[in-house]
Structures are given as C-alpha cells and as structure tokens.
Nanobody
C-alpha cells in the first residue's frame, strides 16, 4: 500500500518562504515520478510541480522562479521549497504519485499566505 505523508504547511506573510516535505512508503520511491498539486477554496486541484525519477522537473507558470521541487531517494522524500509567496498561493498542497496506473494522494497540508 502506497502511503504519502505531507508536512511543513502553515501561515506565512506575503514574500515569505515555506518548505513542504512528503514522505513516501510502500513503493520503490526512486522510480516514481512525484508531484505537488494544490487546491484553493472553490477552485480545481492544479499541478504545481513535478519531478521524474531522473530528476527532470516542470512547474506551473504561476510558480516558476519561486518554487523548487527536489527529491531525496535515500529518504523516499520529495520537497517543495516555496519562496516569494503570494496570497494567491494559499491552498491545500497535496503530494501525488502513481504506481501501476493507480494514483495516490497524501492527506494535504494547508498553506496560508496572509498579512
């Protein structure tokens, strides 16, 4: 059973930074593409960033240059470093992976950007 557990959310002022972590178990982490999604109130869930097993990354246009996704295969953990945060980044952030065609989600972690 694949399990994803996020941590690191919280309240931050505009312009501030937060770092999210997602620990994975029940899978061969090193071969998985990992991704961060977010869902703001009243909006659809959207892809924020993705990193392949080889380390290739892609980002939503809205976060390019501000967010960085990375992974540590030895720790089965994927990270999302978020800098220059804006109020519109406020959302629940979810970790995602897929294995044998089945998608798995973490429970989500709230990020609130507000003064």
């Amino acid at each position: 059973q694949v399990r994803l557990v996020e941590s690191g959310g919280g309240l931050v002022q505009p312009g501030g930074s937060l770092a999210l972590s997602c620990g994975a178990s029940g899978t061969i982490f090193s071969i998985n593409t990992m991704a961060w999604y977010r869902q703001a109130p009243g909006k659809e869930r959207e892809l924020v960033a993705r990193i392949t097993s080889g380390g290739s990354t892609n980002y939503a246009d809205s976060v390019k240059g501000r967010f960085t996704i990375s992974r540590d295969n030895a720790k089965s953990t994927v990270y999302l470093q978020m800098n220059s945060l804006k109020p519109e980044d406020t959302a629940v952030y979810y970790c995602h992976t897929a294995l044998r065609g089945i998608g798995y989600w973490g429970q989500g972690t709230q990020v609130t950007v507000s003064s």
